[in-house]
């Protein structure tokens, strides 16, 4: 079986609960999750904890395809996940699917 249909398809949000550059909390199977609604129009949904100690991604400051930890500044890119240099870790990225104006988040 197939990474994707294995996967659950959950429904968290429309296109117009989301604005460009203001994060959006959302839990599935138990997992926390930032939504964001980037410039480009597409949806970005990563892990709602920063790896350095868990601040709110989805309270973070949105700059372009970037969000900064409200926390302590950590820079996180939105499209892969990994945190900018001069640190170091990544958070998990989750497969979004939007049909019409539904927002669906793929989850294992
Ligand atoms: S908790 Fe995110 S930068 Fe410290």
């Not at 429904?11 to 609960?17: F, H, I, M």
């Not at 302590?72 to 979004?96: F, L, N, S």
């Amino acid at each position: 079986m197939s990474k994707v249909e294995q996967a659950k398809k959950v429904k968290v949000a429309t296109l117009s609960d989301l604005t460009v550059g203001v994060g959006k909390r959302v839990k599935v199977a138990g997992e926390e999750i930032a939504l964001f609604k980037l410039k480009s129009g597409k949806i970005s949904a990563i892990e709602n904890s920063c790896p350095h100690k868990a601040g709110p991604l989805s309270e973070g400051i949105v700059s372009g395809d970037h969000v900064f930890c409200p926390l302590h500044d950590w820079k996180i890119c939105m499209t892969d996940g990994q945190v900018q240099a001069p640190d170091v870790g990544c958070v998990k990225k989750y497969e979004v699917e939007v049909v019409e104006d539904t927002i669906y988040i793929l989850i294992d």
